[in-house]
């Protein structure tokens, strides 16, 4: 007679798990319907600006760090960071405790790396510039950011690091939603045309040329809700993943 099998996270590395847990628990993650900014009707949204508590800052930090270190691991052709940069606003305490956590996981290979972040509006005083933090000149950067769908902010973040004379080694986001980018009817009119794209970030890392890595993706959501989740909300993320589920 055969055993039903339970489903499992055990293919999912713990740090992922205990983020997503963290995540669920917070209200970080939260299940209901979502206008993005492209338009598009999501049945999850996730808000890295709700990590305002230390044990939620910790959890994501030290998911960023253990991130960081695995893909730096597994991609040894990446040059290694000088800086850890934040783009205003979430990605501001996100550097900076992430940058903490690498230091206390590997202080040896960490203690010289710094942190850098932007202003929305140039400061004509004082120090001045846009800049604060280490200066990008002529450093490798690694960008963290939350979650990218249209990819706009990743694009402006290229264009600041060149303008500041820094490059760009590798972004590193908390969610990969790994949907594919709206097409002309869906951004005039919501209707989805059913054509294959690419998704935000496959799209910046084929016009770039940049490595990126993230944290989790829906695909590790849906596996953590499917071990312990709303039957409902599980059903609305698998369907909306097939509907939008990203060519690359």
Avoid at 78 to 87: E, T, Y
Avoid at 126 to 144: D, F, R
Avoid at 169 to 196: I, N, Q, S, T, Y
Wanted: charge should be neutral; include cysteine; glycine fraction near 8%.
């Amino acid at each position: 007679m055969a055993v039903a099998t339970q489903p499992t996270t055990s293919n999912i590395p713990a740090y992922k798990t205990v983020f997503l847990q963290s995540c669920l628990s917070a209200n970080v993650l939260t299940f209901g319907t979502y206008t993005l900014k492209s338009g598009r009707q999501s049945p999850y949204f996730f808000n890295a600006g709700s990590f305002h508590t230390a044990p939620l800052l910790s959890a994501i930090s030290t998911a960023y760090a253990h991130t960081i270190i695995s893909f730096l691991s597994s991609n040894p052709s990446i040059p290694r960071p000088d800086i850890i940069f934040g783009p205003a606003y979430k990605g501001i305490p996100l550097a900076c405790s992430t940058l903490l956590e690498l230091h206390r996981l590997d202080p040896q290979t960490w203690s010289s790396v710094a942190y850098s972040f932007n202003r929305k509006e140039v400061k004509d005083h004082g120090e001045g510039g846009g800049i604060v933090g280490a200066s990008l000149t002529g450093k490798n950067v690694l960008v963290i950011d939350d979650v990218i769908t249209a990819g706009t902010a990743m694009r402006e973040t290229i264009s600041l690091v060149a303008k500041e004379a820094g490059k760009i080694v590798a972004f590193v986001v908390a969610l990969d939603r790994v949907e594919k980018m709206p097409g002309p009817r869906e951004k005039e009119e919501g209707v989805d045309d059913g054509e294959p794209r690419m998704s935000a970030m496959g799209q910046i890392k084929g016009e770039f040329g940049l490595p990126t890595a993230s944290i989790v993706t829906l695909d590790d959501l849906i596996a953590v809700l499917r071990v312990k989740g709303d039957e409902q909300d599980l059903e609305r993320l698998e369907e909306y993943r097939r509907r939008y589920r990203a060519s690359d």
